[in-house]
T-cell receptor, first 113, second 113 residues
């Protein structure tokens, strides 16, 4: 069965500092990987996704993520965070067929002024 | 823009009541999903549907049923609501194939008293 681990429940970062959110997955074949963001009281919005090709993918809002097969990781990065980036971030993995995604438990990002 | 709408943002029901949560998407997506979101547990898949009148159980289907009579509408039914079903419920839709991103509605926060 596929699974996703986000080791950090909470992360606090100063505004303007760089950010890396960790995600490790378990999946037997080539995974489809996603990062979603959820602002307070909102649904989830896709930041970026990987399913083939270049292992460094660019997303919206200045985010990027790197797929590393050898480490089973898909970490999310941003060079300089803004106060509006405070939110819950979810990593997810999908497989073949129409199955729903398997989500990690989320990382809550707090931005310090 | 893809739009996924959910009938209520907040809902309060009593134990034993039958509860209907409605979800409508406007992009002719084949797949539709229901998740519940709980603090510290992330998102968990309840049911999904890949076509009209077709449904598949997700990870936590107990206590829930679904209905998809029209392609654009996917309903989640709590036959007899219980307090442990107090949660945030998120609906999502996507084109066929799990490499496609899922688009989420804003969520319904259900409280069962």
């Amino acid at each position: 069965a596929q699974s996703v681990t986000q080791p950090d429940i909470h992360i606090t970062v100063s505004e303007g500092a760089s950010l890396e959110l960790r995600c490790n997955y378990s999946y037997g074949a080539t995974p489809y990987l996603f990062w979603y963001v959820q602002s307070p009281g909102q649904g989830l919005q896709l930041l970026l996704k990987y399913f083939s090709g270049d292992t460094l993918v660019q997303g919206i809002k200045g985010f990027e993520a790197e797929f590393k097969r050898s480490q089973s990781s898909f970490n999310l990065r941003k060079p300089s965070v803004h106060w509006s980036d405070a939110a819950e971030y979810f990593c997810a993995v999908g497989g073949g067929g129409a199955d729903g995604l398997t989500f990690g438990k989320g990382t809550h990002l707090i931005i310090q002024p | 823009d893809v739009k996924v709408t959910q009938s209520s943002r907040y809902l309060v029901k009593r134990t034993g009541e039958k509860v209907f949560l409605e979800c409508v998407q406007d992009m002719d997506h084949e797949n539709m999903f229901w998740y519940r979101q709980d603090p510290g547990l992330g998102l968990r898949l309840i049911y999904f549907s890949y076509d009209v009148k077709m449904k598949e159980k997700g990870d936590i289907p107990e206590g829930y049923s679904v209905s998809r009579e029209k392609k654009e509408r996917f309903s989640l039914i709590l036959e007899s609501a219980s307090t442990n079903q107090t949660s945030m419920y998120l609906c999502a839709s996507s084109w066929s194939g799990s490499y496609n991103e899922q688009f989420f509605g804003p969520g319904t926060r259900l409280t069962v008293l």
